[in-house]
């Protein structure tokens, strides 16, 4: 499920830039990369975690897994997360521009996208002030939680803006 979650979060911030104008083109264009990144990165991680681990612990492979588990706090899989989900907020940063100030359907999913970011970013500043690198689930959960909030709330208001254009024949009336 969480893979198809990925896909649908990439082909959503890709259908926004295409209905970018020509002068924003370049800030989505680079929210489509780094949301590329995002996907391809928790992709993996999940792949690994639901085919690698299961089978090794069948096998008694055990060795060095410890690492890889979700079950660790400070593993492999757990950086990965927080990586793509910094990534992933990141790209409503410059996914944001993509919504002109031209009303305030507009305007809330600008800011939408922008204060993600910006709780996010002073999420991870407080938590690693507080417990430095023994953050463990902290930020992940954080930031899943942030992103998710960001795409949940810019998803109904963006289905709305498409929806508006739409009936106006690409037109947008505030």
Request: charged letters at 15%; hydrophobic letters at 50%.
């Given at each position: 499920?969480?893979?198809?979650?990925?896909?649908?979060?990439?082909?959503?911030?890709?259908?926004?830039?295409?209905?970018?104008?020509?002068?924003?083109?370049?800030?989505?264009?680079?929210?489509?990369?780094?949301s590329?990144?995002?996907?391809?990165?928790?992709?993996?991680?999940?792949?690994?975690?639901?085919?690698?681990?299961?089978v090794?612990?069948?096998?008694?492979?055990?060795?060095?897994?410890?690492?890889?588990?979700?079950?660790?706090?400070?593993?492999?899989?757990?950086?990965?997360?927080?990586?793509?989900?910094?990534?992933?907020?990141?790209?409503?940063?410059f996914?944001?521009?993509?919504?002109?100030?031209?009303?305030?359907?507009?305007?809330?999913?600008?800011?939408?996208?922008?204060?993600?970011?910006?709780?996010?970013?002073?999420?991870?500043?407080?938590?690693v002030?507080?417990?430095?690198?023994?953050?463990?689930?902290?930020?992940?959960v954080?930031?899943?939680?942030?992103?998710?909030?960001?795409?949940?709330?810019?998803?109904?208001?963006i289905?709305?803006?498409?929806?508006?254009?739409?009936?106006?024949?690409?037109?947008?009336?505030?």
């Amino acid at each position: 499920i969480c893979s198809l979650q990925l896909i649908v979060y990439l082909a959503f911030i890709i259908s926004i830039h295409y209905t970018a104008s020509k002068e924003n083109k370049i800030f989505s264009a680079i929210g489509v990369a780094l949301s590329t990144l995002t996907a391809g990165i928790l992709l993996i991680d999940y792949f690994i975690q639901f085919t690698v681990i299961p089978v090794s612990l069948r096998f008694g492979e055990t060795e060095g897994i410890a690492i890889l588990t979700q079950y660790n706090p400070r593993g492999i899989f757990i950086a990965l997360e927080e990586l793509a989900y910094i990534l992933m907020c990141l790209s409503f940063m410059f996914i944001a521009p993509a919504f002109e100030n031209k009303n305030k359907l507009e305007l809330s999913i600008r800011w939408t996208f922008y204060i993600g970011f910006i709780v996010l970013l002073s999420s991870f500043i407080s938590i690693v002030v507080k417990y430095g690198i023994n953050r463990e689930y902290r930020f992940e959960v954080t930031a899943i939680t942030i992103n998710w909030l960001v795409l949940i709330v810019n998803g109904i208001l963006i289905s709305i803006f498409y929806r508006r254009k739409k009936k106006n024949n690409g037109v947008i009336i505030p």
